[in-house]
């Protein structure tokens, strides 16, 4: 897909959405979209019938990871509460879960209550220095293994410093190597941009989710990150796929957001993941509680949603 196709399809959202508006009524469900009451074959929030994803088997060893980069060059899309929630998750299915704040802004770290500005030693000196072990570094949680690999905002600096270094863009997966075998999953959350921080992640991972806001504008810059995979699987990193697109901040009752999801569909096919993450306050609030929703509020119907994306991944052969 271009970007030719992309215009095409954010004008098409755009003439459905001011033509349909005097036919169609909002949803009035008022639920969640995209949990446990949209399975047996009901049609779910993407228009098509909702499978059943079972629950992951349990493993009976852990290694090597899947590395995945959930990549977005635009903000406030829902990259970090996507890399938070969905390794919970995954971290509940019995899986072993390391996720990466590669976001000089270090919000992932902070959500999960590591005060990452005190620390000595981050992602950004195992960047930039020789003689740090990874294992070091690595912080536990309070979530059973769910392990996060901190930074905060000295990692503004490392785009600049990488710049002269032989292979460059193979850094960080130079730093992930050592505990491949100690994960099953690996969740890069990398910073909105395209820089060399974002081709670092794609370059070290197999996978890329991508978290798509249910908004007009947010579609405009998918074909630019559509391209920049394509060039580094051509030239970096054979083995990066596409996971899936995860529809998030999706609100059921505008029609607005009912066509921006259609058309995603309409466009990209199965690589749109069936599970929809929807706008809630118990996202925020569990930021600001420094733990994932899962625990946080466990039974709320956003938990449910990250969790039925942790077993449809699963199921699509995305994660063990």
Do not use: W
């Amino acid at each position: 897909m271009d970007s030719s196709d992309i215009e095409a399809m954010v004008t098409e959202v755009d003439e459905t959405t001011e033509v349909g508006s005097a036919k169609r009524t909002p949803s009035r469900d008022g639920h969640l979209p995209g949990t446990e009451q949209a399975a047996n074959g009901q049609v779910g929030p993407t228009g098509r019938p909702m499978p059943v994803f079972p629950e992951p088997q349990p493993l009976t060893s852990h290694g090597p990871a899947r590395v995945i980069a959930m990549c977005n060059q635009k903000g406030g899309v829902g990259k970090t509460t996507t890399t938070i929630n969905l390794g919970a998750a995954l971290a509940e299915y019995g899986r072993r879960v390391l996720l990466v704040d590669f976001d000089p802004q270090g919000a992932l770290s902070v959500g999960l209550g590591i005060q990452a500005h005190n620390l000595d030693v981050t992602v950004y000196n195992l960047l930039t220095e020789r003689g740090h072990d990874v294992r070091d570094v690595i912080q536990e949680t309070k979530v059973p293994d769910l392990h996060v690999l901190p930074a905060n905002i000295e990692l503004s600096a490392a785009e600049v410093q990488l710049v002269g270094e032989v292979a460059r863009e193979q850094i960080l997966a130079r730093v992930l190597r050592p505990v491949l075998d100690d994960y099953d999953v690996i969740l890069i959350d990398c910073q909105p941009s395209l820089g060399l921080l974002t081709v670092n992640a794609l370059t070290a991972a197999h996978g890329v989710l991508i978290p798509l806001e249910c908004e007009f504008f947010a579609l405009r810059g998918v074909a630019l990150l559509v391209e920049t995979i394509e060039k580094i699987t051509d030239r970096l990193n054979p083995r990066l796929e596409i996971d899936g697109l995860l529809a998030t901040m999706y609100d059921g009752r505008t029609l607005h957001n009912k066509d921006i999801v259609a058309s995603i569909v309409g466009h990209f096919g199965d690589k749109v993941f069936h599970t929809v993450i929807s706008r809630t306050v118990k996202f925020p609030d569990a930021t600001l509680a420094a733990e994932p929703i899962t625990t946080y509020d466990s039974t709320h119907k956003g938990a449910g949603a990250y969790r039925q994306l942790a077993r449809e991944l699963v199921a699509r052969g995305g994660a063990a």
